[in-house]
């Protein structure tokens, strides 16, 4: 009897040293991490951390918030989006769980998810109207609508963060996105009325071979109408001048303000107008 007590006393003593040297190991692999984090080594912090969460000392909010912003910093957005999912499944009522919201929304975002992202960032901005992280939310929202092409809904968010929170972080790249759609609309404009100057100047163009081949060229009908075209043309090439005039604007405010996202916008309105171009020197023959 007496012997067993000595090895139970012993087996405590063993089981008590074993758990504390896990301790001090779990807090060490903690506090490496957490280290790493504030350097903004954010590979390293990841690495530590999820070590560190194998310690059960550590399973707890702080541990894996912590893990999220790491992964989220060095764009490991899969494992943060899983972590995310962990996190707002395991600890519901932790302080961080707004944050923990936030970052699914955004991890969804740089994953090409964008449907998944409005929905998540919606609904934090439901639960959590007034958080830090607002302004924020709604601009990735309206980043999600801008990366769909729904750009009047993304206007109409970047036009709240101005209004509402113009000192937040986010208000200057919300300025600059309101300045992007509205030039996209306004270069869209001119790409329509482009194509309505190509497309009336072919119909009036149609329009005077028929009447020549039903009348002939002597007939009055024919000069009339020849003389009609030649008045509309005169009319569209002063019109596509015009427009020409707008595009030549628009690619100047571009080189001074250093703007070219909508390139691609600019060389399609270049090569419109060089069709209708095309098409009024065919008038000439």
Known sequence: MKMFKKFALA?????LSTGLFAMDEGLEAFMEGADSYNKGDWVSSVFQLKKA?????????????????A???CERYSEALGECENFLERFSSSVYDPHVSYLKGRALFALGEYEKSVIILSDYCHQYEGHEMYASALF?????FYACCQYDDALSLYERIVTEFPGDGKASAAQYRIETVNQRNREEKLLY????????YLFAKEEYEKQLRIYGPDNDITRQRLSEMQQRYRELEDKNRELERQIAEIQKTELETGKEDNSDVIRSLKDKAAEVNLLLQLQKQ
């Open 11 to 15: 087996a405590l003593i063993l089981s």
């Open 53 to 69: 969460a194998a310690y059960e000392i550590n399973d707890n909010p702080d541990t894996y918030y912590l893990l999220i912003s």
């Open 71 to 73: 992964m989220m910093n």
């Open 140 to 144: 990735w929202i309206g980043e999600s």
């Open 193 to 200: 009325l482009l194509k309505q100057t190509g497309e009336e």
